[in-house]
């Protein structure tokens, strides 16, 4: 008995052991040198802007009217703008802004496509008719007409700006979503649970959203450079972060300004910019190829 229990264990440990979906995504991920490129870029641009209070020298008020607008040098890095500040200094704390308008925006974004889009593909038929047409009547719409209206009537403030970014958003995630859903709710684990006498929601909530995730993580990577973008040019026309406070948008809008004078007002912040939202596509690309390796080579 010792000898046949001594093989069974010896045989079952060297069986090799089951790899999760996200363990093999992320196997395949480090494979990709461009996403892990974009990775790492994006990792150093959230961890630079969220320390921005204790490592830039200067702070994104701070003025000197004396000495006006100089070009990088040894003791401005990237030089000064107009009033006389740090241009390093409001490039990381325009970081600040830009990245948190992109992710609050996204989340926001989320939270109400994935359940809208969850709930009309789990229900079908009419439910599902209904409320694509609502996405369809919405998409229609002039959106970005809508959020400047927002923004005139309500005033210019930074929770405004998430919320009416993210109501503009959760459409495609929606579409996304519910595809999805429709393909899965025909699935052995969804009847399953439906005969355990689980209601509607906790499917839903339990089962079928955690089953989406990979496209959903995919689609949000991609949003975050949408909804920066989105952000940038509101602040371009004058109706997104308003003075003190900066922006890459609007940094880049102070820039177009002088640019014949000034050339690297706009080009600084323009790369900044554009090196991440850069970043942001190839990790998404990247992931849409980890979590669906099929898509990859069709």
């Not at 209206?149 to 210019?156: E, N």
């Not at 009416?164 to 709710?185: C, D, F, K, P, S």
């Not at 909804?227 to 308003?242: C, Y």
């Not at 102070?254 to 000034?262: A, I, L, N, Q, R």
Request: net charge neutral; charged share 15%; aromatic share 10%.
């Amino acid at each position: 008995m010792t000898d046949s229990t001594t093989t069974i264990t010896a045989s079952a440990d060297a069986m090799p052991k089951g790899v999760s979906l996200w363990q093999d995504a992320w196997v395949r991920l480090k494979k990709n040198r461009l996403a892990m490129l974009g990775l790492f870029v994006l990792a150093f641009v959230i961890i630079v802007c969220a320390l921005a209070p204790w490592i830039m020298p200067y702070g994104y008020e701070e003025q000197n009217l004396r000495l006006g607008a100089v070009a990088p040098n040894a003791t401005h890095w990237l030089g000064t703008d107009t009033f006389g500040r740090d241009m390093l200094t409001r490039i990381v704390y325009g970081g600040r802004v830009s990245l948190t308008v992109g992710i609050i925006a996204t989340a926001v974004a989320l939270l109400v496509g994935v359940t809208y889009g969850a709930i009309a593909g789990y229900f079908g038929g009419r439910v599902d008719a209904v409320m694509m047409r609502l996405v369809d009547i919405f998409y229609a719409l002039p959106f970005m007409i809508f959020i400047i209206l927002l923004m005139v009537v309500f005033g210019r403030n930074l929770f405004l700006l998430f919320l009416a970014i993210g109501a503009v958003e959760w459409l495609t995630m929606a579409r996304i979503v519910r595809g999805q859903v429709q393909n899965l709710r025909q699935q052995e684990y969804i009847e399953a649970a439906i005969s355990l006498g689980l209601g509607p929601v906790a499917i839903i909530f339990r089962h079928v959203i955690p089953n989406v995730l990979g496209p959903v993580v995919v689609y949000t990577t991609l949003t975050i450079p949408q909804v920066m973008l989105l952000e940038a040019f509101l602040s371009f026309l004058g109706l997104g972060i308003q003075p003190p406070m900066s922006s890459w948008g609007l940094l880049i809008s102070y820039g177009v300004e002088s640019m014949e004078e000034y050339p690297w007002l706009l080009i600084l912040p323009g790369l900044a910019l554009s090196i991440t939202l850069f970043a942001l596509n190839f990790l998404g690309d990247g992931l849409r190829d980890a979590l669906d390796p099929k898509a990859s080579k069709d």
